[in-house]
């Protein structure tokens, strides 16, 4: 693997998740792996589990991880060809990028949208632009419209739970992907991300619900059945993961708070005694309610906790690249 971007850079998505459960079971078994390789971590914005489970996932490797917080503590970045850098951006990324291609062998970069302006967003030019000038492999710790490690790791949690649960009578999981309700803005990336993955694993019976207007670019949910009755969507369901984005038609805008979209307990009565997901954070009681959250149905800390063991099998990929 030379990249981690999106689904399109994994081969055999049954066999990432393979491995990343057999990092579960054995975390340390490639100690050596990494051994005198610089991961550099960037982050354009905030985390705590993208962050944290990267770098427990290259210490496992036996690489030392260097966190940068660009944000807070680097120079404002300029990512425009052809910028006259008279304004707030003090440094640009095709000056600072080569640098950190030298300073790490594996460079990993959290970057969020604007919500401004779609065209920008969708062009992903920030990651690109680190992918151009830095000269080594470029790992997505989430990008403006996609959140990879973060899909891997949903993957493997239904993946997990199948097969520790196995009540599905042999037939393929009906995974729901429901809209819920958010006081702001919140990018698409997730969802995006799921429905690429899912898609592209097909190993599920994927349905996605939401309220008019909040359709997902055709170019992730293309496959996936769509559908504005969350109740319809709900019957049957095995999995369920919630989440809220905001409108990618009129981009970036909150259209709806309608708090009847928070799942509860008694709109899973319908369903195979759905387990739920969530990425984290949450907003409890609004996106989420607590008694899901707290429930013997949820699966959100074990997802989380999940975060290491992907982020350590992509990385084992590059790092496999890397030595050839
Ligand atoms: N799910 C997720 O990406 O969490 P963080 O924003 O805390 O990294």
């Known amino acids: 693997m030379k990249q981690f971007i999106s689904v399109k850079d994994v081969m055999d998505v049954n066999a990432l998740v393979k491995k990343a459960l057999d990092y579960k079971a054995s975390p340390f078994i490639d100690k050596a ?17 993208t962050r944290l489970s990267t770098q427990v996932a290259s210490q496992n490797l036996g690489m030392e991880p260097i ?5 807070k503590e680097g ?14 951006t003090v440094e640009h990324v095709k000056d ?12 990993c970069i959290r970057t969020f949208p604007s919500l401004q302006n779609r065209e920008d967003d969708y062009s992903e030019n920030i990651i690109n632009s680190f992918i151009k000038f830095a000269g080594i492999p470029v790992v997505s710790l989430e990008s403006a419209t996609l959140h990879p490690l973060q899909s891997l790791t949903d993957i493997i949690t239904i993946s997990e739970s199948i097969a520790q649960h196995n009540n599905l009578k042999n037939k393929k ?5 429901t809209w819920a309700p958010h006081i ?20 599920a019976d994927f349905v996605i619900t939401h309220p008019e207007g909040y359709e997902l670019s055709a170019e992730y949910t293309n496959g996936a059945k769509i559908t504005h009755n969350q109740e319809e969507a709900l019957k049957d369901a095995d999995f369920v993961y919630v989440k809220n984005w905001s409108s990618f038609s009129e981009y970036g805008k909150v259209l709806n708070t309608d708090a009847n979209w ?37 699966l959100v800390t074990k997802e989380a906790s999940n975060r290491v063991w992907a982020a350590q099998a992509v990385l084992s990929e590059i790092l496999g690249s890397i030595n050839k």
């Open 75 to 88: 120079w404002a970045l300029e990512f425009t060809e052809g910028a006259i850098m008279n304004g707030t």
């Open 96 to 107: 600072a990028a080569p640098i950190l291609g030298n300073y790490f062998d594996i460079l």
């Open 33 to 49: 792996l990494g051994a005198n390789k610089r991961i550099g971590l960037l982050f354009l914005n905030p985390s705590l589990r």
């Open 262 to 298: 928070m799942l509860t307990n008694s709109k899973l009565e319908t369903s195979n005694n759905a387990k739920v997901m969530h990425c984290l954070p949450v907003r409890r009681n609004v996106e989420l309610s607590d008694e899901i959250l707290d429930g013997e149905n949820s």
């Open 184 to 203: 702001k803005p919140i990018p698409q990336c997730v969802a995006n991300s799921f429905s690429q993955w899912m898609n592209a694993w097909g190993e």
């Open 67 to 71: 966190v940068f917080n660009v944000d």
């Open 173 to 177: 999981p009906k995974v729901v992907l």
